[in-house]
T-cell receptor, first 109, second 118 residues
Framework: RKEVEQDPGPFNVPEGATVAFNCTYS??????FFWYRQDCRKEPKLLMS???SGNEDGRFTAQLNRASQYISLLIRDSKLSDSATYLC??????????FGGGTRLMVKP | GAVVSQHPSRVICKSGTSVKIECRSL??????MFWYRQFPKQSLMLMAT?????????EQGVEKDKFLINHASLTLSTLTVTSAHPEDSSFYIC??????????????FGPGTRLTVL
C-alpha cells in the first residue's frame, strides 16, 4: 500500500464549478500535511497547509481528519488557471516529505 | 521566499555517458538538500538526502554508485547520473532546507532538470 494515496483523475470540470480532492495516508504518526500544486514540467509549489480545524485561503479550503487519516482539498469557483496536478504531501518524523501520486484537474471554459 | 536554482534545466545525452546536475541555494545556506525523481504521470520519489559535508543517505532501491551525490558546500549539491541509460530519463528535482528550517513548508524546490537519454 502506498503511503499517500490519491485518485489520479483527471477531473474535468467547467469554469465556476466546485471540485473536491481526497487523499489518504497510512502512517498514523505523520506530523503535518500539505497540498502542493504542480504545473506540467515544473516543480511543485506549496499551495497550503492542512490543519484539523480546517483552513481556508480564498477559494481553497483544506481539511484534515486524523482519525480517518484523510485529507481533502476543495476548490470553489474554478478558474482556467487552476488546471494543474494537485499533490497531497505528508511530513513525517524523519523530516521528509512524502508525495502522493497527484490528482490532475482540467478546468474547461 | 528562498530561491533554489538547478542547472541545466534540460539535457539530452547518449546512452553510456554521465550527466551532472547542479542544485544551488541562492540566498540561504542549505544544510540539507534532497534529490527527487519524477517519471511521467507519477509523483516525486525521494532518491537521497544529503547533508553538507557528509555522505548522502539513499532511499531503498536507489543505486548510490549510479547516482553520485556531492554536497561539498552550503550552497551547492550535485547529482551525477553515471553511465546513463534510457530508463534514467526523468525529471530530476532538488530541494533545499536551511539549518533552522525543520518545517516542511521551509523546504524549497528547484525548477527541475529534464534528462533525456537516447
Amino acid at each position: 500500500r502506498k503511503e499517500v494515496e490519491q485518485d489520479p483523475g483527471p477531473f474535468n470540470v467547467p469554469e465556476g464549478a466546485t471540485v473536491a480532492f481526497n487523499c489518504t495516508y497510512s502512517n498514523s504518526a505523520s506530523q503535518s500535511f500539505f497540498w502542493y500544486r504542480q504545473d506540467c514540467r515544473k516543480e511543485p509549489k506549496l499551495l497550503m497547509s492542512v490543519y484539523s480545524s480546517g483552513n481556508e485561503d480564498g477559494r481553497f479550503t483544506a481539511q484534515l481528519n486524523r482519525a480517518s487519516q484523510y485529507i481533502s482539498l476543495l476548490i470553489r469557483d474554478s478558474k482556467l488557471s487552476d488546471s494543474a496536478t494537485y499533490l497531497c504531501v505528508v511530513f513525517n518524523a524523519g523530516n521528509m516529505l512524502t508525495f502522493g501520486g497527484g490528482t490532475r484537474l482540467m478546468v474547461k471554459p | 521566499g528562498a530561491v533554489v536554482s538547478q542547472h541545466p534545466s534540460r539535457v539530452i545525452c547518449k546512452s553510456g555517458t554521465s550527466v551532472k546536475i547542479e542544485c544551488r541555494s541562492l540566498d540561504f545556506q542549505a544544510t540539507t538538500m534532497f534529490w527527487y525523481r519524477q517519471f511521467p504521470k507519477q509523483s516525486l520519489m525521494l532518491m537521497a538526502t544529503s547533508n553538507e559535508g557528509s555522505k548522502a543517505t539513499y532511499e531503498q532501491g536507489v543505486e548510490k554508485d549510479k547516482f553520485l551525490i556531492n554536497h561539498a558546500s552550503l550552497t551547492l549539491s550535485t547529482l551525477t547520473v553515471t553511465s546513463a541509460h534510457p530508463e534514467d530519463s526523468s525529471f530530476y528535482i532538488c530541494s533545499a532546507r536551511g539549518p533552522n528550517d525543520h518545517r516542511a513548508d521551509t523546504q524549497y524546490f528547484g525548477p527541475g532538470t529534464r534528462l533525456t537519454v537516447l
